[in-house]
């Protein structure tokens, strides 16, 4: 049945920051691409009527704008007026949730709602990420009732339209130029990849998403937290990123986080995107793990304090670190507290009865390690979304099962030592294969990298030095166009670094012929 809504007001402007950090991933991802939306089961009064479900859905629509807000040509266009379509169901309403969640939204022309009535007894909705993220999905859960019961509630007074025009301010600008040096700081000196080692055969459906269900953990984690003097949040952070690093061999640890957002109040009660992602890192040159997570806690407050940004400013900065660097920078290890603010009060529980599993598995993503901590009042939920390519299933479990290890073990002694840390979490650090490299932060195969220059620049015959100086005979004329070339066919490898230096001895030799020729560059 459609329904139909008639907003406030109307109106065009630039995407937001969060919405532009979105619509990255979408562009990415491809228009078939569905998981990127949010979906969520909405709870209703009990004994409340068709009727009234849909009257509150009405009444939800015509408050947020950014729930009738289209998407064309690369900005936001919110609808006055319009209609939405809200179907009848009966059976599971999480079953209904998934079949809406499966479809992809037409951002360019349609709202960036579905939903389904399911038994007069819940809503399953499910919004486009454009158009809201998990914080703005709880306000609409605790709107919802009170809508439908046909209360007053006091009119929302921020929108995306508000954010757009606020991040054109001269003050917004400031904290944009903040912000993207926070990153170059970071980008300069942490390893382009956490996982800069060779890959191995995927699994058929490529990444899974592993779980560990540790009554044990959240016990022990809100404990230690406040020994140590820090959030629960940067622990667990913290700890996953030390055994990550650890496990390939890095001196430092850097991850996404993902920053809500929401700390300033315009922004606290709108409905919209708000959320993008901060970046962490902390070095593991700490005497001990407590060590670490007190670094690790201030890293990650920076990382929240400049998680707002221009992303396509970022892209940019990322270009020219990149090229810097001569390092193709994946920066796709995460974290992602869902807990929105919630902490366990568990007693102490028997690691014995610590779970895993395994949540799901898809053919694609844009991640290497995902970990996402949830929220359940009894236990600590902690998963981790591996790339097979690179982190078998046994290995993800086994980086689950050190997070638990690791603050276990820091609460029954009191700290653990930092060269201590790979066996208590149970880790046996990568072997990569003989005659790796490694160049400041980074890993890397010198015979990768001489292949990679030699098809690059079409070279006769190329030598690299340990200092990454490359010797090469080629047609290309100067250094600066050699390191285009040899940039341009990095292409997201973590084996290989760009020389720091070329050497052009000359033109090829007129005699033989490159294999290459025939192919072009």
């Given amino acids: 049945m459609l329904i139909s809504f008639r907003g406030a007001r109307g109106g065009d402007a630039p995407l937001t920051w969060g919405q532009r950090s979105t619509r990255r991933w979408i562009d990415w991802l491809g228009p078939y691409e569905a998981s990127l939306n949010v979906p969520y089961v909405l709870p209703v009064p009990a004994g409340s009527d068709n009727a009234a479900v849909r009257e509150g859905l009405r009444r939800l629509v015509e408050r947020h704008e950014a729930l009738r807000t289209t998407y064309p040509d690369g900005a936001q266009r919110v609808l006055r007026a ?293 929220y359940a009042p009894d236990t600590c939920l902690l998963f981790v979304l591996a790339d097979t390519a690179y982190l078998s299933r046994d290995t993800g479990w086994a980086l689950l099962r050190a997070v638990e290890a690791l603050v276990l073990r820091g609460l029954a002694d009191g700290d653990v030592p930092a060269s201590r840390i790979a066996d208590t979490a149970g880790l046996e650090p990568v072997r990569r294969p003989a005659g790796w490299r490694r160049a400041g932060p980074d890993w890397y195969d010198p015979s990768a990298v001489a292949e990679v220059v030699r098809v690059a620049c079409r070279a006769a015959d190329v030598a690299v030095d340990a200092d990454l100086t490359a010797h090469l005979t080629s047609d290309v004329n100067t250094p600066e166009a050699a390191h285009a070339l040899v940039m341009g066919a990095l292409a997201g490898r973590t084996d290989v670094l760009a020389p720091r230096r070329y050497v052009l001895n000359g033109r090829r030799p007129a005699s033989g012929r490159d294999p290459l020729d025939h192919d072009g560059p």
């Fill in 82 to 374: 319009g209609s939405l379509d809200v179907v009848t169901r009966t059976g599971d309403p999480e079953a209904v949730l998934a079949e809406l969640a499966a479809e992809p939204f037409r951002h360019d022309d349609g709202v960036p709602v579905r939903c389904a009535i399911v038994d007069d007894t819940a809503v399953a909705l499910v919004t486009s990420h454009l158009s809201t993220d998990w914080s703005a999905m709880m306000i609409l859960a605790a709107e919802l009732p009170a809508l439908v019961r046909g209360e007053s509630l006091p009119e929302p007074t921020w929108h995306p339209l508000d954010q757009a025009a606020a991040e054109a301010t001269p003050e917004a600008v400031r904290h944009n130029a903040e912000a993207l040096a926070h990153w170059r700081s970071i980008l300069e000196r942490a390893p382009r990849s956490l996982l800069d080692f060779p890959e191995r055969t995927p699994e058929p459906e490529r990444f899974v998403r592993l779980g560990m269900d540790s009554p044990a953990l959240a016990a022990a984690a809100p404990t230690l937290a406040s020994r140590w003097g820090v959030s629960v949040g940067s622990l667990l952070a913290t700890t996953a990123g030390a055994a990550l690093a650890t496990l390939g061999g890095h001196e430092t640890a850097a991850l996404r986080v993902i920053c809500g957002n929401r700390r300033e109040a315009p922004l606290r009660g709108m409905v919209g995107k708000a959320a993008q992602d901060g970046l962490f890192a902390v070095d593991l040159a700490a005497s001990t793990l407590r060590g670490i997570v007190h670094d690790g806690h201030t890293a990650a407050k920076r990382a929240y304090r400049y998680g707002r940004y221009d992303p396509y400013a970022l892209d940019a900065l990322k270009g020219t670190v990149r090229h810097e660097r001569g390092a193709s920078l994946d920066l796709l290890a995460f974290f992602n507290d869902l807990r929105m603010g919630r902490s366990w009060s568990v007693p102490d529980a028997d690691p014995a009865k610590t779970r895993f599993f395994v949540d799901f598995s898809t053919p694609g993503a844009r991640a290497r390690a995902f970990f996402t901590l949830e």
